[in-house]
T-cell receptor, first 115, second 114 residues
């Protein structure tokens, strides 16, 4: 799976959009971009994933550049409850054997949302 | 749905003791996995399973055993606990092609080995 690079930490004011970047310059054509977050001491929580196109769900938007070498997770109106570590993960589409299905977590970006 | 449940929440072991961390899910997911998270680090995959009767090793399997006799349960056994196994252990399950879609994580078991 391709390696990802994220800033160590970011701050965001409550109510503003939080834009979390991720660099994955070695991504290959069959690798997806996933985002998870981990709120203090809890288990990670899935946010969103995508391949080429931009994706949006009730939690966030995922913008993937045309060359797929980087992406941005957008939390449109950050709240204090969004304070967490955000992990950008790249993984290949799985086969039936399951060998490609692991999530490789790096150290992520610590997002602090402030009043 | 209870989702993914883990027991116990906290455990203290002495070096050399063995124990089993329990994980159960009620979402009928085929894919289940175990991760460990050391302080200030990301999660590392220990073992995973793509269905009942099928298990495989992740990146840090040494010192751990797993079995998957039912779809619901995926226990993790520590054979002979060592201080290096002090960590937070998370179990996860996922739907679709083996865990391809979102994976659901349990609340974790905090293990200290003295």
């Amino acid at each position: 799976d391709a390696k990802t690079t994220q800033p160590t930490s970011m701050d965001c004011a409550e109510g503003r959009a939080a834009n979390l970047p991720c660099n994955h310059s070695t991504i290959s054509g069959n690798e997806y971009v996933y985002w998870y977050r981990q709120i203090h001491s809890q288990g990670p929580q899935y946010i969103i994933h995508g391949l080429k196109n931009n994706e949006t769900n009730e939690m966030a938007s995922l913008i993937i550049t045309e060359d797929r070498k980087s992406s941005t997770l957008i939390l449109p109106h950050a709240t204090l409850r969004d304070t967490a570590v955000y992990y950008c993960i790249v993984r290949v589409a799985p086969s039936r054997t399951g060998t490609a299905s692991k999530l490789t977590f790096g150290t992520g970006t610590r997002l602090q949302v402030t009043l | 749905n209870a989702g993914v449940t883990q027991t116990p929440k906290f455990q203290v072991l002495k070096t050399g003791q063995s124990m089993t961390l329990q994980c159960a899910q009620d979402m009928n997911h085929e894919y289940m996995s175990w991760y460990r998270q050391d302080p200030g680090m990301g999660l590392r995959l220990i073992h995973y399973s793509v269905g009942a009767g099928i298990t495989d090793q992740g990146e840090v399997p040494n010192g751990y055993n797993v079995s998957r006799s039912t779809t619901e349960d995926f226990p993790l056994r520590l054979l002979s606990a060592a201080p290096s196994q002090t960590s937070v252990y998370f179990c996860a399950s996922g739907a679709g092609l083996p865990g391809f879609y979102e994976q659901y994580f349990g609340p974790g078991t905090r293990l200290t080995v003295t």
